[in-house]
């Protein structure tokens, strides 16, 4: 993952969800081989790219579609609320439904998938819809499918170390910064 989008998911953590974030230092840090106050010491940037490589393997999957969702829900309200609004599912108009009454079929499902693919990068739109696909109420084998016979979205590139809820493998373990 980019650093810079690293640094945005976190931050956005660090600014909207302190728990989440917290949440996330406790999980990162033992595996830094750092103390807290260390890691705390270092460049914003620096310890979110850090985060990034931790969040990339599988057993941190939880961890990592909190953030990710987190992220969509505060920096991408506009492109929740399409993707709602095009399934005709209710939400509260920043993107976040409360339940999801009924599966959509396949055709409004590709007629969101296209409509997002309008409007927004195919990787984003991928990083989106498989973290919406996570959400316990949903897991639409449809969705699924769609999302993975979708030329657009299997040739997006996917940036560098995108956590495995895109099912890009994890990094190489890097040794930490000397403390």
Same mark, same amino acid.
């Given at each position: 993952m980019p650093a810079a989008l690293a640094n945005d998911i976190c931050i956005t953590a660090q600014t909207t969800n302190k728990r989440l974030y917290n949440t996330a230092l406790e999980v990162a840090v033992p595996r830094m081989a750092m103390r807290r106050g260390k890691v705390m010491e270092m460049p914003k940037i620096q310890r979110h790219a850090f985060f990034a490589k931790i969040f990339a393997y599988p057993q941190m999957e939880a961890l990592t579609f909190n953030l990710l969702s987190n992220w969509l829900v505060e920096k991408q309200?506009?492109?929740l609320v399409l993707w709602l609004?095009?399934?005709g599912i209710p939400h509260n108009g920043k993107g976040c439904?409360?339940?999801f009454p009924f599966v959509p079929? @396949?055709? /409004?499902l590709s007629e969101g998938?296209? /409509?997002l693919l309008e409007k927004y990068d195919p990787w984003l739109v991928k990083l989106y819809l498989v973290t919406f696909n996570e959400i316990d109420e949903t897991h639409w084998p449809e969705l699924n499918r769609l999302i993975n016979e979708n030329e657009t979205l299997q040739?997006? *590139?996917v940036p560098e170390g995108m956590p495995g809820l895109l099912g890009a493998t994890? *990094? @190489?373990a890097e040794p930490a910064? @000397?403390?």
């Amino acid at each position: 993952m980019p650093a810079a989008l690293a640094n945005d998911i976190c931050i956005t953590a660090q600014t909207t969800n302190k728990r989440l974030y917290n949440t996330a230092l406790e999980v990162a840090v033992p595996r830094m081989a750092m103390r807290r106050g260390k890691v705390m010491e270092m460049p914003k940037i620096q310890r979110h790219a850090f985060f990034a490589k931790i969040f990339a393997y599988p057993q941190m999957e939880a961890l990592t579609f909190n953030l990710l969702s987190n992220w969509l829900v505060e920096k991408q309200v506009d492109m929740l609320v399409l993707w709602l609004d095009t399934l005709g599912i209710p939400h509260n108009g920043k993107g976040c439904a409360d339940n999801f009454p009924f599966v959509p079929d @396949a055709a /409004k499902l590709s007629e969101g998938i296209a /409509k997002l693919l309008e409007k927004y990068d195919p990787w984003l739109v991928k990083l989106y819809l498989v973290t919406f696909n996570e959400i316990d109420e949903t897991h639409w084998p449809e969705l699924n499918r769609l999302i993975n016979e979708n030329e657009t979205l299997q040739n997006a *590139p996917v940036p560098e170390g995108m956590p495995g809820l895109l099912g890009a493998t994890a *990094p @190489a373990a890097e040794p930490a910064p @000397a403390s």
